[in-house]
């Protein structure tokens, strides 16, 4: 089973920035991802997409309220991704997840497949 390890939440500003980190590890880590990202969850709220890396980085989705300050990036081994976070404001605030799937889908897709491999989550907070 793949654990996805993640790191970099934290409390921050409006204005600051933050960078996520997620890595794959366990008995499957071995494998390769055809979609890696990152989802957050607001209370209350179902599970948004904020941005997906898909294949060796080639393809990307963003959320259109995190285009421009938000950039994703794969490792070669496709099996760690990073979320860098700039400008980050208030309404960023959630909780952010790591998910990770061996094929290519859809951010839809991806968010009712039950195969797809979910972290823990950490918290983002951005205080005006």
């Known amino acids: 089973q793949v654990q996805l390890e993640e790191s970099g939440g934290g409390s921050v500003h409006t204005g600051g920035s933050l960078r996520l980190s997620c890595v794959a590890s366990?008995?499957?880590?071995?494998?390769?991802?055809?979609?890696m990202g990152w989802f957050r969850q607001f209370p209350g709220k179902e599970r948004e997409a904020v941005a997906l890396?898909?294949?060796?980085?080639?393809?990307?989705y963003y959320h259109t309220s995190v285009k421009g300050r938000f950039i994703i990036s794969k490792n070669k081994a496709r099996d760690a991704v990073s979320l860098q976070m700039n400008s980050l404001k208030p309404e960023d605030t959630a909780m952010y997840s790591c998910?990770?799937?061996?094929?290519?889908?859809?951010?839809?897709?991806?968010?009712?497949?039950?195969?797809?491999?979910w972290g823990q989550g950490t918290q983002v907070t951005v205080s005006s």
């Open positions: 366990g008995s499957t880590a071995n494998a390769t991802f055809g979609t």
């Open positions: 890396s898909w294949g060796d980085g080639g393809g990307t």
């Open positions: 998910a990770a799937h061996p094929s290519v889908l859809s951010a839809d897709r991806m968010r009712r497949e039950l195969s797809v491999h």
